[in-house]
């Protein structure tokens, strides 16, 4: 096994320069399951890293036997307060006190129902269009990240729950000081004090958390008091979860849950999706050529950059995975990162490939967590796609992208580009 096959996949540092792909490779080939030694800190003794595509499913698809509510989804174990409160959100329940609150919310969530939003979503995005040409300092230079695949989120989290406009901005700006929790610094605080999907929420999370949660309730006892509309705040207010109503304090929490799940992997999606594209021009060309690749191109962005490297299980009794034996209160990492270019499922897995097909990666998860919001990121990455490139005749890179430094989020810190629009020479 080569040196960097000993990478320290738990260091967040190890991520700085991008994905240890070639790690995770020669690991996975010499075995599908490994024992990742952490001496000290929130994880020790370790964890098992689970590398391969077949394993990673096993044991998605297993969540009572491999539970996401005992320990929660990250590597670090938490405080016991930010434990619970992680265990408030669907992400971190077991069955069958998983389904009976997902099962009320699944419908809002179809392929059908999000079908419907694709006008608001691309209203939404052309504005975000506008926007970056005229902000676009001079020579048409615009932070990407954050200044415009960071705004597209929120406005469609907006949208679906009908929280009114003049809201938007500041509902944006708890979603950002939520996001730079992370990258704060030690073995990834924010991964292990993150409380959603995103991961993000490091102890400086704390504070936009509890303020995004009270605005959430406020807005949920003011809508209370009016005739019901029909939007997912309608469903959720009137909605049973296993035999109980949300009051106004569960709603605020939900909320904070789909805005930690839904919006730092969609701004990487978007963002890590247009590197990709620009590190790939004869791909860029293709797309632009013909549109209707768009579909094809968000998959392989979420299969070749996926947003989420892993997501923790603990087995709740002994067990065994790809031959090797797990034993009961064990942590095991599901790494998308590496099941996403397991060679027998993929060929020619580093390659990007806006046409690949079949394309079946776990960037979403599988089984019974599976994303609730994948149809909604998916609209959103083709729909962003298409108004960015016939908004923009062309696109450049205007200096390096800076990473996340994180164990848990593949993502971009910063992404500076040039951006010309479309019908200027
Ligand atoms: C590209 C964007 C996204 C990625 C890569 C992503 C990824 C994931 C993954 C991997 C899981 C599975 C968690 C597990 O197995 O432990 C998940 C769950 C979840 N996601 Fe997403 N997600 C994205 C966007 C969204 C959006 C837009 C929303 C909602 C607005 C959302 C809401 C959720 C929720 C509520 C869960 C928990 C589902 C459950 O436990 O039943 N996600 N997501």
């Known amino acids: 096994m080569t040196t960097s096959a000993l990478a320290d996949l738990y260091d967040p540092d190890t991520y700085l320069a991008g994905p240890p792909h070639e790690a995770f490779a020669a690991l ?44 929660g989804v990250v590597l670090d174990d938490l405080p016991p307060d930010r434990l619970a409160q992680m265990r408030g959100m669907l992400l971190a329940m077991d069955p069958p006190r998983h389904r009976d609150y997902r ?25 975000i269009m506008r926007e970056a040409a005229e902000r676009g300092h001079g020579g048409g230079e615009v932070e990407f990240v954050g200044e415009v695949a960071g705004q597209l989120p929120t406005r469609v989290v907006g949208e679906l729950m009908g929280l009114p406009r003049e809201d938007w901005d500041y509902v944006h700006r708890l979603a950002e000081a939520l996001n730079r929790g992370q990258d704060a610094g030690g073995a990834d605080r924010a991964a292990a004090e993150g409380d959603g999907a995103g991961g993000g929420g490091g102890e400086g999370a704390a504070a936009p958390t509890v303020e995004m949660a009270m605005y959430a309730a406020g807005f949920a006892a003011g809508r209370r008091a009016r005739p019901p509309r029909d939007d997912l705040t309608g469903l959720l207010l009137a909605g049973d979860f296993g035999g109980r109503t949300m009051s106004d304090l569960d709603y605020g929490s939900f909320f904070v849950q789909l805005v930690t799940a839904g919006n730092d992997t969609t701004q990487t999606m978007l963002s890590s999706g247009l590197l990709a594209l620009l590190t790939h021009p ?18 392989e962005i979420l299969r070749w950059a996926n947003p989420l490297h892993y997501f923790r299980r603990t087995a709740a009794a002994d067990a065994e995975v790809g031959g090797v034996r797990i034993r009961a209160g064990d942590r095991l990492a599901t790494y998308f990162t590496a099941a996403n270019r397991d060679e027998t499922v993929f060929a020619d897995p580093d390659r990007f490939d806006i046409r690949r097909s079949p394309n079946r990666h776990l960037s979403f998860g599988k089984g019974e967590h599976f994303c609730l919001g994948a149809h909604l990121a998916r609209l959103e990455g083709r729909v962003f796609l298409e108004e960015l490139l016939s908004s923009f005749a062309a696109i450049e890179l205007a200096g390096p992208p800076v990473r996340v430094r994180s164990n848990l989020n593949n993502g971009l810190k910063s992404l500076p580009v040039r951006l010309t629009p479309a019908g200027t020479s």
């Open 282 to 299: 004869d791909q860029l060309a293709d797309l632009r050529a013909d549109p209707s690749l768009a579909p094809g191109a968000v998959e």
């Open 28 to 71: 996975r080939r010499a075995a599908p399951v490994h024992w990742r030694e952490v001496p000290t800190g929130p994880a020790a003794p370790g964890y098992w890293a689970v590398l391969g595509y077949a394993e990673v499913e096993h044991v998605l698809c297993e969540p009572e036997l491999f539970s996401s509510e005992k320990g």
């Open 103 to 127: 099962r009320p919310l699944a419908h809002r969530f179809t392929h059908r129902a999000i079908a419907m939003l694709e006008g608001r979503v691309r209203d939404a995005s052309r504005a």
